[in-house]
């Protein structure tokens, strides 16, 4: 947003190159500054974009902290292109609030996607209507896929470090998620990985049956 005229020309060089969909994705600025983001957005509309993405943060501001979505129902209201909106998307609810208080038109998973990869269809389901079938979570079930994928899908030297980046934001399923993290990233291989992986779920699962014994009601 700083760059004013370096993106106005780079978004209408890309607008030359393509009749396909262009979009672009920003965040909300350096810091709030209604009038420049007005500009901002109204150029890039006047360029040609299809679509905006807003991720409902200011520049420098970190994933934890709370997105502004209501900031989003301004910019809905400069723009006649759809509007899609970002950040903080962590379960239905998230997606209801966000979409009532930004008015936007879509939403899109950050975090969210990655940590809990069924929550496409948890939104799906809940907010959209659509058909799908609700299905207990299986955690391990949902690791060990990925893992498969990784190895179909990716280049033998890339599959660890995805692997790394998938478990850093996966981990937060667990009370005691840092120790998958950690197991994870001290390992050489993707093998040492899932070995390492396979041990932490089975802790887990005997620690759900200890407490099913502990806490079963008295009869
Ligand atoms: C693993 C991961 C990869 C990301 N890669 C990109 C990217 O390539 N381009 C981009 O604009 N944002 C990227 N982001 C940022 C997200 O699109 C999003 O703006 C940000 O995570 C805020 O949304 P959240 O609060 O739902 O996480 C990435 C985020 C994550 C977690």
């Not at 209408?12 to 350096?30: N, S």
């Not at 109204?42 to 501001?61: P, Y």
């Not at 498969?148 to 399923?173: E, I, M, S």
Request: proline share 5%; charged share 25%.
């Amino acid at each position: 947003m700083e760059n004013f005229r370096e993106v106005r020309r780079i978004i209408a060089v890309a607008r030359k190159q393509t009749t396909l969909p262009l979009t672009a994705k920003i965040r909300l600025g350096p810091k709030l500054d209604q009038g420049k983001l007005k500009d901002f957005c109204a150029m890039l509309e006047d360029e040609g974009i299809d679509l905006l993405t807003v991720h409902a943060r200011l520049s420098k501001e970190p994933f934890g902290r709370k997105p502004r979505w209501s900031w989003c129902a301004r910019i809905k209201e400069w723009l006649t292109i759809p509007l899609v909106i970002n950040g903080g998307i962590f379960c239905s609810r998230d997606g209801e609030h966000c979409l009532r208080e930004s008015r936007a038109d879509g939403l899109m998973l950050g975090c969210g996607a990655v940590s809990k990869p069924w929550l496409f269809s948890e939104i799906a389901r809940d907010l959209y209507g659509c058909n799908i079938p609700k299905k207990k979570v299986s955690l391990p079930a949902i690791y060990n896929n990925f893992i498969n994928l990784l190895v179909t899908q990716f280049p033998p030297d890339r599959r660890l470090g995805r692997l790394k980046d998938f478990t850093h934001y996966f981990a937060a399923n667990f009370t005691f998620g840092h120790h998958l993290a950690l197991s994870v990233q001290n390992s050489r291989s993707v093998e040492e990985a899932k070995e390492k992986v396979g041990l932490f779920f089975e802790k887990e699962a005997a620690k759900e049956t200890e407490a099913r014994v502990l806490f079963q009601p008295c009869t």
